[in-house]
């Protein structure tokens, strides 16, 4: 079965430092990785997605995403975060059982401090 | 603003009550979904339907009871729920046979049972 690890489930960083927020996976089958955000009272927006083939694959926002097979990660970064980046943050994974079943992580709540 | 558009966005309801969440998409997907989220906790899949088809039931109880009227538009009935089932209540679709295909998630219902 799939599954999803985010190391830390609280992330902190100054306004204008480095983002790093964990994902590790776990699959039988070549996955499909996916990094959603989170905004209060919202639902989950799409931040970026893997695409077969590629090491770094970029988003929206200034995320990028650096895909490591041999680690088994899918770790999210941005160079310098701003206060409007505070927000929930999921890993998701699907392929194993199905593309339409998506397998979420626990999610990291990202804060930023002014 | 999302293009998945979800009615209610507060539902309070009795353990007796009968009541419907209604989920539209204009994108011209064909695969629909609901999760249901509690909070600090990661969205869990209930249902996908593909081309109006029920897909996927991960087990959900049947005071739970999803609907696909047309590719459009896709209700979840809900009778008799348990204080338990309070939660946000997400519908999200994606396009259907790409198996990368990301999610689009409508901002939620957030459901409080009493």
């Known amino acids: 079965a799939q599954s999803v690890t985010q190391l830390g489930s609280h992330v902190s960083v100054s306004e204008g430092a480095l983002v790093l927020l964990r994902c590790n996976y776990s699959?039988?089958?070549?996955?499909?990785l996916f990094w959603y955000v989170q905004y209060p009272n919202q639902g989950l927006q799409l931040l970026l997605k893997?695409?077969?083939?590629?090491?770094l694959v970029k988003g929206i926002n200034g995320f990028e995403a650096e895909f490591k097979k041999s680690e088994t990660s899918f770790h999210l970064t941005k160079p310098s975060a701003h206060m409007s980046d505070a927000a929930e943050y999921f890993c998701?994974?699907?392929?194993?059982?199905?593309?339409?079943?998506?397998?979420f992580g626990i999610g990291t709540k990202l804060q930023v401090i002014p | 603003d999302t293009e998945v558009t979800q009615t209610p966005k507060h539902l309070v309801m009795g353990m007796t009550n009968k009541k419907s969440l209604k989920c539209e998409q204009h994108?011209?997907?064909?695969?629909m979904y609901w999760y249901k989220q509690k909070a600090k906790k990661p969205p869990e899949l209930m249902f996908v339907?593909?081309?109006?088809?029920?897909?996927i039931n991960e087990s959900v109880p049947s005071r739970f009871s999803p609907e696909c009227p047309n590719s459009s538009l896709l209700n979840l009935h809900l009778h008799a729920l348990q204080p338990e089932d309070s939660a946000l209540y997400l519908c999200?679709?994606?396009?259907?046979?790409?198996?990368?295909?990301?999610?689009?998630f409508g901002n939620g219902t957030r459901l409080t049972v009493t």
């Open positions: 994108m011209g997907h064909r695969a």
């Open positions: 998701a994974v699907s392929g194993d059982g199905g593309y339409q079943k998506v397998t």
């Open positions: 699959s039988s089958v070549p996955p499909y």
């Open positions: 999200a679709s994606s396009q259907e046979g790409q198996e990368n295909s990301p999610l689009h």
């Open positions: 893997y695409t077969t083939g590629a090491t």
């Open positions: 339907y593909s081309y109006e088809k029920l897909s």
